[in-house]
């Protein structure tokens, strides 16, 4: 969801030497056929991306070093209405459209796609994963709600949905089976990110989810969450580190092969900055 919210940049310069920070480095420019950029996944040596609200429902393959497209992927039965973000398991890529920001949406829905049609087709049928959640009173219109919602990762056969808090400024996460149908969501726990939560990964080496997004000021973030549970996604170890890339609109994040970490960012204009992808070093 693109955002209209003046930000206090002189203030956000001064507070972004109090926090810690990841090593964090530029890889490159996406192409503007992704300059909305929101979901990332790093699949098959290759990245896959989608643009968010209102765009066609293409899934957009990337060369993971040059990052110029390669391949544009139809999703002949889905609409983008707001597109947030990508995970995936051994046979499927699962597309989160539960972007929700005015809080009135009836339809949030996970797409679920075969990636052998995705290795051989430009044009695919996906699956459909709906759900509510269960702590939502009402579908009544109203703007910057707690129940938008930007983050998703598959983990042991369900998938994790995380809010963005608009009100809040903390993230709750929820699970949900991947088997299509609909369902009402299971709670699992929240978290105080200090910010709105746009992506999340869960890493299967090192038995880590790690969440990424901006606070305030439009200063990234990265929330790492160690020894969580079945019923508390928070119950272990969470850390919370300010980014080192400066003003960024920060959207995914995607594990790599080695177990470190790419990000996308949106582009913004009113920052001057361009949608691309950023390495984070750590495991």
């Known amino acids: 969801m693109k955002i209209k919210i003046v930000f206090l940049y002189i203030s956000a310069l001064s507070l972004g030497v109090l926090f810690g920070q990841l090593s964090s480095t530029l890889v490159g420019v996406l192409p503007d056929a992704v300059s909305e950029s929101s979901g990332l996944l790093y699949y098959d040596d290759t990245l896959i991306t989608h643009n968010d609200s209102g765009n066609a429902p293409i899934l957009y393959q990337l060369n993971n070093k040059t990052l110029k497209i390669e391949k544009e992927i139809e999703v002949v039965n889905a609409k983008n209405i707001d597109w947030e973000d990508l995970a995936q398991d051994l046979n499927y890529i699962y597309v989160g459209d539960f972007g929700n920001y005015w809080g009135d949406r009836e339809d949030l829905v996970v797409y679920k796609i075969s990636k052998e049609a995705i290795k051989t087709s430009k044009k695919v049928s996906a699956e459909k994963i709906f759900y509510s959640y269960p702590d939502k009173k009402d579908n009544k219109r109203k703007g910057s709600n707690d129940f938008d919602a930007e983050a998703m990762f598959y983990k042991n056969?369900?998938?994790?949905?995380?809010?963005?808090?608009?009100?809040?400024?903390?993230?709750?996460?929820?699970?949900?089976?991947?088997?299509?149908?609909?369902?009402?969501?299971?709670?699992?726990?929240?978290?105080?990110?200090?910010?709105?939560?746009?992506?999340?990964?869960?890493?299967?080496?090192?038995?880590?989810v790690v969440l990424v997004g901006y606070n305030m000021f439009m200063m990234p973030f990265v929330v790492e969450v160690n020894n969580s549970t079945n019923t508390n996604l928070f119950a272990g170890v969470t850390k919370r580190t300010q980014l080192d890339i400066g003003f960024v609109q920060m959207e995914g994040i995607a594990t790599l092969p080695n177990g470190g970490y790419y990000m996308s960012s949106e582009s913004f204009t009113k920052l001057g900055a361009s949608a691309s992808i950023y390495k984070l070093d750590g495991k």
């Open 157 to 208: 056969n369900e998938l994790y949905i995380l809010t963005k808090q608009w009100r809040g400024k903390k993230t709750a996460a929820y699970k949900i089976p991947v088997k299509p149908g609909k369902y009402i969501a299971t709670k699992v726990g929240e978290y105080n990110t200090k910010g709105l939560v746009t992506g999340a990964t869960y890493n299967t080496k090192s038995n880590k």
